[in-house]
């Protein structure tokens, strides 16, 4: 079969690669140039005991993970998880679309919002294109208005850093219902980041107070960016001949808003649906949307919580059965870490929603 992929971001690239293994002819659109990245570059962690790692080789180990409240911190130690730098020239993408690029066609700066521009020269249309995908939406798939938005304020940042450890900060000084994270580039770089959830993010107050952050580490500031995330309802994850995959088809942690591990399953999934002839939304079904339980459980903690809150919630890695979990290197305890944490998250939301 002739396949279209509309994107080269980390699902459309995997999806490509698994297509052209199966023997089908793969063909990929993208809309940016080849010189320009399709996203700020960043780093993006991923943790065993949050069930988040994707089946990707990774940039650097995550062996130390420092959890800070507004009244307490936590150094969490052992085989945590990993870390992939995303976006920019350097990215896991960008390295993905130069191993691919001699066996796999690469349409750049060619943007396609309907599947009818391809009309008629393939069989099958993918579409990758990203957070507020145009052909879902033209395609009716996906609702028009977001469900919920994301939006990350980043900073590249100078400074003394160890690669294998991160920080994050439960702070809403510096974050509206997320987080704050720095991960290392190298010894001396780093991605300085405060993710946001709302329609309505005051974004200039969190840069302000990320800015403070680095100022008082004494990291220097090089770039800074801004980026969106958007989450939305689908109906169907296929249609005829269109299918969608990765954060096309809001394939995104709505907790953290990472994206790796579920960008890379869903376009496996796709490719396998379309080769096996298989039910894509049965498999999606089966194999990974329960894998977002987790991901609500949080969100709905982070949407209520208050810095008392954050606090008991970093309290809980006290419990020497969690932090012992955690540390153990071992994914199913790890796992098992998580499900104490869930139900931890769970009775400090009652809570809030009793106050």
Not at 56 to 80: A, V
């Amino acid at each position: 079969m002739r396949i279209a992929i509309i994107g080269s971001g980390m699902a459309g690239v995997s999806c490509a690669r698994a297509l052209h293994s199966f023997g089908h002819e793969v063909e990929i659109f993208e809309m940016m140039s080849k010189d320009s990245p399709t996203r700020p570059r960043q780093m993006e962690g991923s943790a065993h005991f949050l069930d988040n790692v994707p089946k990707l080789y990774p940039d650097q180990n995550l062996k130390t993970l420092e959890i800070r409240s507004p009244s307490h911190t936590i150094l969490l130690k052992g085989n945590i998880g990993f870390f992939y730098e995303v976006g920019g020239e350097t990215g896991i993408e960008a390295r993905e679309r130069r191993l691919i690029e001699e066996s796999i066609s690469i349409n750049y700066s060619r943007r396609v919002e309907k599947k009818e521009q391809l009309e008629g020269q393939f069989d099958i249309v993918v579409a990758a294109d990203g957070y507020s995908s145009r052909i879902a939406l033209e395609a009716g798939l996906r609702s028009k208005t977001p469900t919920q938005v994301g939006i990350g304020v980043g900073f590249t940042v100078e400074g003394d850093f160890n690669p294998e450890w991160t920080t994050i900060w439960l702070n809403n000084q510096l974050s509206l219902h997320g987080y704050a994270y720095i991960i290392p580039f190298s010894t001396t770089e780093a991605s300085l980041v405060s993710f946001s959830i709302g329609k309505n993010v005051p974004v200039k107050t969190y840069r302000k107070s990320l800015r403070q952050l680095a100022v008082s580490r004494g990291w220097k500031i090089l770039d800074e960016w801004v980026d969106f995330e958007s989450w939305y309802d689908f109906s169907s994850y296929q249609k005829d001949n269109l299918f969608v995959v990765g954060n096309a088809g809001s394939f995104t942690d709505p907790a953290l808003g990472f994206g790796l591990k579920w960008g890379v399953k869903s376009a496996k999934l796709c490719a396998e649906a379309i080769h096996k002839n298989l039910d894509y939304n049965l498999l999606l079904e089966d194999e990974l949307l329960p894998e977002f339980g987790s991901c609500q459980v949080l969100r709905k903690f982070f949407e209520s919580a208050s810095d008392q809150d954050y606090d008991r919630f970093v309290g809980s890695f006290r419990n020497p059965l969690v932090r012992n979990l955690v540390q153990s290197g071992r994914p199913i305890l790890q796992k098992l870490a998580l499900t104490l944490l869930l139900r931890r998250v769970t009775q400090l939301s009652k809570r809030t929603l009793l106050r």
